[in-house]
């Protein structure tokens, strides 16, 4: 029965191990390729639509602007415990006239992506304990608490 149930657990394992790797992508396939096939001042707002697809994004300013983005991520070894690792990070931004044409286009790819540094600084509190704003602050709190008054004092 021993024997039977490690056979099992054994064999559990090996099936649901997988040699390949899980590439998950969001966004429009092979955006570089396509971003190249646009033509400015030649392409108008069809072209682009049967070439790119619908945007992911469209903005509407002066100027029309479709973003169409590609992303693909890949599971990392069992090491790593499954954390996902960008492979592909690109952003296509498309800015069309008033009358439909490609008027400029811009591509950036994962090596033009900036980083982005978050200062961990905390604001320390300006007041003591004998100071007039926490003198106010605790009679504020006192009378929250305690609306009519009838609460004993310690």
């Known amino acids: 029965m021993k024997k039977i149930f490690i056979l099992l657990l054994i064999s559990i394992i090996i099936t649901s191990c997988n040699v390949k790797k899980n590439i998950s992508h969001h966004g429009i396939h092979q955006l ?7 033509k400015i001042g030649k392409s108008n707002k069809n072209d682009i639509i049967d070439i790119l697809g619908p945007p992911s994004v469209i903005s509407t300013f002066d100027n029309d602007l479709f973003f169409y983005i590609e992303r693909k991520t890949v599971t990392q070894s069992v090491i790593k415990l499954g954390q996902r690792k960008l492979l592909v990070n690109n952003v296509l931004v498309v800015e069309l006239d008033n009358r439909g044409l490609l008027l400029d286009k811009s591509f950036y790819d994962l090596n033009e992506m900036n980083e982005l540094k978050i200062i961990s600084n905390k604001t320390e509190v300006d007041y003591q304990k ?24 310690d």
Do not use: A, C, H, T
């Not at 004998?130 to 004092?153: A, C, E």
């Open 32 to 38: 570089k390729e396509k971003n190249e096939l646009l």
């Open 130 to 153: 004998s100071s007039f704003i926490y003198d106010f602050l605790s009679s504020m709190r006192q009378k929250v608490n305690d609306p009519l008054g009838k609460r004993n004092r």
